[in-house]
C-alpha cells in the first residue's frame, strides 16, 4: 500500500475521452478511452496554486511544475534529471537569413538523447504507481530507448519492439539497458500489431503514444519551459517535428493550462503551431490540406528522421486541432532537405541534431520564404533528439563527400 506521507501537490483530479469528453476515473489506471478508443487526456482541479515565482527555486527539472503533473506519491517519480533544457539563440543563422529572433530548445540534451525521456518518464512514473511490473513499447527508436532506460531505473521489465531497419545505435543502447529488444519489418504500426501479440495476456503495459494518458503529460512540460524560460513571454510561432504527436498536442495543453491556472494572462495570445512532417511520411499534411479524410489508410516510407515515420497516428484529430487552434499550419521536408538543414545547423551553430530537428529548421526557412512566417517574428524551434544515434542513416552521404 502507498502511505499519503509523501504526497505530492498534484492536483490531478479527472482523464476525459478526446472524443467525446466522458470522465474516467484518474485514480485507476486506464488505456484508451473505453467509449472511443481515443487518447485520455489528463485534468487538473487547482484550488490554490502557487505564485509562478515559486517555481524559481525548485529542481532544474521538468518536475518543477510537480503540481500540473499526474504523479501522486514522491516516491514513485523514475528520473533521470529530464527537462529544463536550454533554450539557444541561433544567432549565426538568424543573421544569415535577416531574421530578428531565432531560437532552438535543445532537447537532445535529455537523458537517453530526445525528448521521449520526458514522456517516458513520467509513462513509468505512473505504472510504479499503479504497481506495473513491466511495460512493452513499439517505437521508432527514441522511444524504445527511453522507456528501456526507465524501466531499468524502476526495475521493471522492458520489451521493446522497433523496425528491423532502426540504426543499430537505438537497438544497441536499449540492450544495455537490460530491455529485450523485437526487430519487425515494415514501420511503426507493425511493430504496434507485433507488441498486442507479444502482450495478448495483457501483463505488460503498452505505453505506445497516447495510449496511455501519461506520456502526453511528460511532453507538455516542454511547453511550461517554454513560458518561463521566456520570462513568460511566448514566442509567436513554433516548429515542431510531429509524428504522433504528443509533443505538439502537449505544448498547446500547457499553454491553456497556464491560462486557466493564472501563470499566463487570461488574453494572452498564444503561438502558432506549426508541424513538420517528412515527405517519406507526412499523413497529416495530407488530411490538413483535405487530401484524404483521415490518415486511416494512409501509407508511408521510412525517412531518415525515424521519429516521423508514424503513418496512422492516433492523435490524428488532437494533432489538427491544435493546428486550427492555434491558426498554425503543417509543412513537410524531403530527405535531402533534411540533409542540407543537418550540415547548416551543425556548421553555423555547433549542434548536430536528429534530423527531425533539421526538418524544423528547413521548414522554417521555406515558411519565411512564402511569407507565412514573417522575418519580424519571434522564431522558437524544437529539436527533439541529438544526432548521435542517427549516424548510420546519414553515413552514406558522408562517403559522398
Ligand atoms: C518521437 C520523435 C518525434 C515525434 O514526436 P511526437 O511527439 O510523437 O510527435 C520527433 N523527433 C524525434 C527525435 C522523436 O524521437
Ligand atoms: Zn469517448
Not at 69 to 77: D, G, T
Not at 310 to 316: A, D, S
Not at 378 to 388: A, D, H, M, P, R
Amino acid at each position: 500500500m502507498q502511505t499519503t506521507s509523501h504526497s505530492l501537490l498534484s492536483h490531478l483530479s479527472t482523464l476525459t475521452c478526446s472524443g467525446c469528453g466522458n470522465p474516467y476515473d484518474a485514480f485507476e489506471k486506464q488505456t484508451v478511452s473505453p467509449c472511443c478508443h481515443l487518447p485520455l487526456l489528463a485534468g487538473y482541479a487547482p484550488d490554490v496554486m502557487p505564485e509562478k515565482e515559486a517555481l524559481y527555486s525548485r529542481e532544474g527539472t521538468m518536475w518543477r511544475y510537480l503540481e500540473m503533473l499526474p504523479v501522486l506519491h514522491e516516491e514513485n517519480i523514475v528520473s533521470l534529471g529530464e527537462g529544463y533544457t536550454p533554450i539557444l539563440q541561433l544567432a549565426n543563422l538568424a543573421k544569415k537569413y535577416e531574421l530578428r529572433s531565432l531560437q532552438l530548445k535543445d532537447e537532445g540534451q535529455n537523458p537517453t538523447g530526445s525528448f521521449k525521456a520526458r514522456g517516458l518518464s513520467m509513462a513509468i512514473s505512473k505504472a510504479k504507481e499503479h504497481g506495473v511490473e513491466g511495460c512493452i513499447v513499439p517505437t521508432a527508436g527514441n522511444a524504445g530507448v527511453a522507456m528501456a532506460a526507465y524501466c531499468a531505473k524502476a526495475g521493471m521489465r522492458a520489451v521493446v519492439v522497433m523496425p528491423r531497419h532502426t540504426p543499430k545505435a537505438f537497438r544497441e543502447e536499449c540492450y544495455w539497458y537490460g530491455a529485450e529488444v523485437v526487430l519487425v519489418d515494415g514501420l511503426i504500426n507493425d511493430c504496434a500489431a507485433k507488441a498486442k501479440e507479444l502482450n495478448s495476456n495483457g501483463e505488460l503495459l503498452d505505453v505506445s503514444t497516447l495510449k496511455e494518458p501519461y506520456r502526453i503529460e511528460g511532453k507538455k512540460t516542454m511547453g511550461y519551459e517554454i513560458a518561463e524560460q521566456g520570462n513568460w513571454k511566448l514566442p509567436d510561432v513554433i516548429l515542431y517535428p510531429a509524428g504522433g504527436g504528443t509533443g505538439l498536442i502537449g505544448i498547446w495543453k500547457a499553454f491553456k493550462e497556464m491560462k486557466k491556472i493564472g501563470w499566463l494572462p487570461e488574453n494572452a495570445i498564444l503561438p502558432r503551431m506549426v508541424a513538420v512532417q517528412a515527405e517519406n511520411c507526412r499523413p497529416l499534411v495530407e488530411t490538413f490540406y483535405g487530401r484524404q479524410a483521415n490518415a486511416q489508410n494512409y501509407v508511408g516510407k521510412p525517412t531518415i528522421a525515424n521519429g516521423l515515420a508514424v503513418p496512422r497516428p492516433l492523435g490524428e484529430q488532437l494533432m489538427l486541432q491544435t493546428l486550427q487552434e492555434s491558426c498554425g499550419t503543417a509543412i513537410s521536408i524531403s530527405e535531402n532537405e533534411m540533409i542540407s538543414g543537418l550540415k547548416e545547423l551543425g556548421a553555423n551553430e555547433g549542434l548536430f541534431v536528429a534530423p527531425e530537428g533539421a526538418a524544423v529548421w528547413m521548414a522554417t526557412r521555406k515558411l519565411v520564404d512564402t511569407g507565412c512566417i514573417s522575418p519580424d517574428e519571434k522564431i522558437l524551434l524544437l529539436n527533439t533528439g541529438s544526432g548521435q544515434k542517427y549516424m548510420e542513416n546519414l553515413s552514406d552521404v558522408f562517403a559522398q563527400e
